[in-house]
């Protein structure tokens, strides 16, 4: 099963594509990893080099794939930071040109743009972001972002659920809010389709650089296994706690994923999913057959 994944890409550290590559590959899939930024290191460190990788080198890499026959093998598609508009634009040329081959295969938006301090990208970005929600199936926004997308407040469980369906009225099918605030010190992630599922898991304090990729990854791996929704989102949310907990004992920063990453696939915590709205899930096997 092979992943098209258009993000970021760093030497140093584990953030984009530096980390959903190893997470899909440990997984079992094949990772197509394109790079819409390559720099030394996250920003977040003060300092970095590099620069964004320029529309027309990501187009040229796509039409080699499409030239070589390999789209049509392509079975997922993900995308992150995006460095600039026009590389947005790319994306969804991409997202436009795989579905020519397949309209099933599914495209995974991390509409990378903003934390709870606000805004790191421009307001041409921003927009290019909106288009590219309005294609997705599965769109994984963080509470700021959610807020962005639909145009209201999200601080409290509620207004994330009301939220979650005026950006589904869009377009994408699914949507998660991410790094929701939860009472008693906890962080929520909420996850709405015609099921709404919520997993709850205690706040853990420090940077942790890649959080949201991590995320992103570890679901769309579930995402494309074809888990019942809770399952996908209460067996992400348990990987990407153990990873960060492994990170915060480590003093925070740069992810612990090579020293954490048989928490991967058997996360040390299990995070279970309470379905808020729905009807009752059948028993599953909580644990999908990956590829591998």
Not at 55 to 64: Q, T
Not at 168 to 176: A, E, F, Y
Request: net charge negative; hydrophobic share 45%.
């Amino acid at each position: 099963m092979s992943v098209l994944s258009l993000q970021s890409h760093v030497v140093y550290g584990h953030v984009g594509n530096s980390v959903a590559a190893f997470v899909l590959q440990y997984l079992g899939f094949e990772v197509w990893a394109v790079p819409t930024v390559v720099f030394s290191n996250h920003p977040a460190h003060g300092s970095h080099r590099g620069a964004i990788t320029p529309a027309a080198n990501i187009i040229e890499l796509l039409a080699g794939l499409d030239e070589g026959g390999w789209l049509g093998e392509c079975e997922g598609i993900l995308s992150g930071y995006l460095g600039s508009a026009e590389n947005g634009r790319a994306v969804l040329e991409t997202v436009k040109r795989v579905r020519t081959v397949d309209a099933r295969i599914p495209y995974i938006c991390d509409p990378v743009m903003a934390h709870e301090d606000g805004f790191f990208v421009d307001s041409d970005v921003q927009d290019m972001m909106r288009e590219l929600v309005r294609s997705a199936d599965v769109v994984l926004p963080n509470a700021t972002e959610l807020a962005f997308l639909a145009g209201q407040p999200v601080d409290s469980l509620e207004c994330a659920h009301a939220a979650a369906e005026i950006v589904r009225q869009t377009g994408p099918g699914l949507v998660i809010c991410t790094s929701l605030p939860l009472p008693d010190g906890k962080i929520g992630t909420l996850l709405v389709e015609d099921e709404t599922w919520l997993v709850a898991t205690p706040k853990l304090e420090g940077d942790f650089h890649g959080a949201g990729d991590l995320f992103s990854a570890l679901f769309a791996a579930y995402h494309l296994a074809d888990l019942y929704p809770g399952g996908r989102l209460g067996l992400a949310v348990s990987a990407t706690y153990a990873v960060l907990k492994a990170t915060a004992e480590m003093g925070g920063g740069e992810l612990a994923l090579i020293q954490a990453q048989e928490e991967l696939e058997e996360p040390f915590e299990s995070y279970v999913a309470d379905l808020l709205t729905g009807p009752p899930a059948a028993p599953v096997d909580p644990k999908p057959p990956f590829p591998r």
